[in-house]
């Protein structure tokens, strides 16, 4: 009877009988949002090169599969490493609605759900087994939206991708903005899918706005600024500010001289001047040849945040015991000094106000004001 109920809870406990540690890596590797899988595979391997395979005696293995950022993909990718390879997290999750389609399953397996690239605040609410190291919307676009009515932008014409991040981006911004005495002139949502963001700009152009808010997803910011360049909304003194999504780092050495002088706030730049984010940027461009952005930083994070739990567990394996050590850690990421908060499992960290400017011949995000230690604003005002 006891060895019977004991094989039981043994044979629905993962990965138990060996010592791999497994981790179920689902990320857009294909599609139009591929560079943020790249850039978070790539972070993720070069953590492993830099801090080893072994933590607290476990072999950590990567499963990495490709959903396209299609979410019905992610729930059946996401089924098939919990019930087949009987993983110990999942991670990844590139775009919001691919992190709902997994919030279920991490609730059903009670293991941990690493967010490390989708930016809606209510995400971390799905499931009491996420925790998030990338952002949120409104994090920044808060800050952008009081920054904007303190510097003389008094019009602003929005742009945004018409899914959850991209209604948040707005609706913070909007909020912050009208609130101290700015004016919304145009309101613009483009799909996620292929944006053809032209007929758009010329209507933003002819509605004379001081300047364009801003939010596209990852790797779709070199397009946004080719075709604002091509419309000349830069010659007609029309600014580009928003969330930093829109100047990624990954992209931002392509996009031309027509982005100079675009301010956005966002957590991360890969001209942040400290010692760690300069090992970071020197060793991800050695590996790889090209700068880390934002979503190359929440997967490196995500690692982290992942081994460090492990060690400080004793090597528990089971989900609870991981998610209580995630909960309030701190550390020194390459963006700055970050949090798990105990209560909401949200990312807390600095989110900094940069301008594009050239440097040595390169475009990078210049960081020029910061603001300390910000939690989602998402979870006290809905
Ligand atoms: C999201 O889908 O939540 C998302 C994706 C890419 C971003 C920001 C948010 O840059």
Redesign the pocket.
């Known amino acids: 009877m006891v060895l019977g109920a004991v094989a039981a809870g043994l044979a629905s406990c993962p990965a138990y009988a060996d010592d791999t540690f497994k981790i179920g890596l689902v990320v857009p590797m294909t599609g139009g949002q591929a560079s943020?899988g790249k850039q978070i595979d790539n972070a993720i391997k070069l953590y492993m090169q830099q801090h080893g395979d072994t933590v607290a005696g476990k072999k950590i293995e990567i499963i990495l599969k490709d959903d396209a950022a299609l979410p019905d993909n992610t729930k059946r990718l996401t089924q098939e490493l919990i019930v087949n390879d009987k993983v110990n997290v999942i991670a990844g999750f590139?775009?919001?609605p691919a992190a709902f389609a997994a919030a279920p399953l991490a609730t059903q397996g009670k293991i941990p759900e690493v967010v490390m690239?989708?930016?809606?605040s209510i995400i971390t609410e799905k499931s009491p087994y996420i925790v998030r190291t990338s952002f949120t919307?409104a994090q920044s676009s808060t800050i952008i939206g009081d920054w904007a009515v303190k510097n003389g932008i008094k019009k602003v014409a929005t742009l945004t991708s018409d899914y959850a991040?991209g209604n948040d981006a707005l609706n913070f911004f909007k909020e912050h903005f009208t609130a101290g005495g700015g004016q919304i002139v145009e309101e613009v949502k483009v799909p996620l899918a292929n944006p053809d963001f032209a007929p758009f700009l010329q209507r933003m152009k002819d509605a004379k706005p001081d300047a364009v808010f801003v939010f596209v997803?990852?790797g779709q910011g070199g397009n946004f600024m080719k075709q604002y360049a091509e419309r000349g909304l830069d010659k007609a003194g029309i600014k580009v500010i928003g969330p930093g999504?829109v100047t990624d780092d990954d992209l931002l050495a392509d996009m031309g001289d027509a982005v100079v002088g675009a301010v956005t706030a966002h957590i991360y730049s890969a001209a942040h001047p400290s010692e760690v984010n300069k090992e970071f940027v020197a060793a991800y461009k050695k590996a790889y040849g090209s700068r880390p952005g934002f979503m190359a930083v929440g997967g490196y994070d995500g690692i982290h945040l992942i081994y460090e739990a492990l060690k400080k567990d004793g090597g528990k394996t089971d989900g609870d015991s991981l998610l209580a050590a995630m909960k309030g850690m701190a550390w020194e990421s390459p963006r700055g000094p970050i949090s798990i908060d105990p209560d909401t499992r949200d990312i807390v960290q600095n989110v900094y106000i940069r301008k594009v400017e050239k440097k040595d011949g390169e475009l990078y995000n210049v960081e020029f004001e910061t603001f300390n230690a910000v939690k989602d604003p998402g979870k006290t005002k809905k």
Request: charged share 10%.
């Open positions: 943020t590139g775009v919001t690239a989708a930016g809606t919307l991040p997803p990852a999504d």
